[in-house]
């Protein structure tokens, strides 16, 4: 009788462990959310060190944020529950978009439960970051079409400290820390407030425009091959260009990663993109499928992309009498 209770035992001190890793992963994602704080962080990737601060304000009318570019040229990302701009002083522009979920801080999603079969979540000990008792949780992927991740998490406010982007071997691939952060204080409207204007910057709006309008339905393309757990939560057909046609773009996502399919008619003056080509975490495959260019990227490994490039095609039109 001695061994069936010890693997009750240790079966019951893993499901104790992961509900503990989930319940911090989900107080840490409200905590981005819902916390004011103000920090400067580094961001490792692709051999490149930056340096940046957040702003972060959640009052009565939703979330509002700052990010600031301390390395390199001036840039800044300002962003709310409406909207997204983009200033950039190298270029001299400023682009204005639909709001989109932050991606230098990570947030994971609420239904955790839907991750299982894909991810393991695991508590790895404790540490101290940023002059803070950090709590270090894991999200390791079951197999090897997606990427781990590693949160070091503040003890008291469950607020992010440090995050990486791990590679099958467990390396990180991309890395964020505080290195200063306050929680917690009043955050004024004026901190919200760029320090560049935008004056005498070219403007570009992504909606509201003709050429960017986007029009739904069902796509005759087809992806043929994705990993388990990966389902396509977004079609649309839109014009890149006014005088160009339409692009097709789906995207594919497991609850955490995020992979986006391109379909676009090639005319002779395109170039033709096709095989690997990565930078950092992001990888892309290009490919060449009946006179269209099919371009497959997102932060996965590269044989991801590989797969589901390879294996896009045209749904076969049944014939009528």
């Known amino acids: 009788m001695r061994w069936p209770v010890l693997l009750l035992l240790a079966a019951a001190g893993h499901a104790s462990a992961q509900d503990q890793a989930r319940e911090w992963l989900g107080d840490m994602s409200r905590a981005l959310q819902t916390l004011n704080y103000d920090g400067t962080f580094v961001y490792l990737h692709d051999g490149k060190l930056e340096a940046m601060r957040i702003i972060h304000q959640r009052g009565s009318t939703g979330e509002k944020e700052r990010l600031v570019s301390l390395t390199g040229s001036a840039r800044e990302v300002l962003r709310d529950d409406e909207s997204v701009t983009c200033i950039m002083s190298d270029s001299k522009s400023v682009m204005v978009g639909q709001s989109r979920p932050r991606q230098l801080l990570p947030m994971v999603p609420q239904d955790l439960d839907s991750l299982l079969r894909y991810y393991r979540f695991e508590t790895l000990g404790e540490d101290r970051m940023a002059g803070f008792q950090a709590h270090i949780v894991a999200i390791t992927p079951r197999d090897e079409y997606r990427y781990g991740y590693r949160f070091w998490i503040d003890q008291n406010s469950k607020l992010l400290l440090k995050s990486d982007l791990t590679a099958a071997d467990g390396a990180p691939i ?148």
């Open 174 to 321: 991309e890395q964020v820390m505080f290195t200063r952060l306050d929680i917690g204080s009043s955050v004024s409207d004026a901190a919200l407030q760029p320090s560049l204007t935008g004056k005498g910057y070219a403007w570009h709006h992504q909606s509201g425009s003709e050429a960017a309008t986007p029009q739904t339905g069902e796509s005759r393309w087809f992806v043929g091959r994705v990993p388990n757990g990966f389902s396509m939560t977004h079609y649309q057909r839109k014009r890149m260009r006014p005088d160009g046609q339409a692009t097709e773009h789906m995207v594919f996502s497991d609850g955490l990663a995020t992979v986006s399919v391109y379909v676009e008619s090639l005319s002779a003056d395109n170039d033709a993109f096709s095989g690997l080509s990565g930078m950092g975490a992001m990888n892309a495959f290009g490919a060449i499928v009946d006179g269209h260019q099919i371009t497959v990227v997102g932060e996965v490994p590269a044989l991801t992309v590989e797969m589901m490039a390879r294996s896009v095609a045209t749904r076969q039109v049944p014939a009528h009498d």
